[in-house]
């Protein structure tokens, strides 16, 4: 009897921790989608062999590195937050790349360092927390063939559209030649 006492609280408190884990998830990443600003990351060919692993598009884009004047003080996997701005087609465009989180400016998004190039001039690569974009596992093959078969074609413009609220991002989705890539393979629309 003493055990019962015992063990029904603890899995009770047990049942509850996993049940606020990906609610808490989950509506961390629905505020950042509530946002009304939002950010179209232009997206460049992949390497065509390996463009998905699992059931999700690999994404890279076009603005993902930046010059430094001291390519010594950085390391790379370090945390740093990318101060963005827009192009005049509305493309986003990276401002400046800091160790440290931006004082009152809410355009940013935290990311890693990736690889660092130290030819002259100094190159840092960004790794966006933003690179994945995960698909129903029945779409999948459809959205590898439409990912694939736009990337070759320069004239169509595809970009990630991302959410940014805080430095927090979701990728909301992918477009290509202004339709969603959710809604192209939902469509069977392969051009």
Known sequence: ?????????????????????????????????????????????IDPTDPFRGKYVVLRYKENSFYVDNISEWKKGDKIYVLLKEDENGFAKIESVSKEKPLLRDNYVKAKVGHLSNFKPNKLNIDYPFNRFYMEESKAYAAEQLYRKFQRDSSIKTYGSVSIKNGESVLKDVIIDGMSLKEAVKENRIK
Do not use: C
Request: hydrophobic share 60%.
């Open 1 to 45: 009897m003493h055990n019962i006492k015992i063990l029904l609280p603890a899995f009770i408190l047990v049942a509850l921790v996993q049940l606020f884990v990906p609610a808490k998830m989950i509506w961390d990443k629905e505020k950042v989608i509530a946002i009304v600003k939002e950010y179209k990351f232009e997206t460049v060919p």
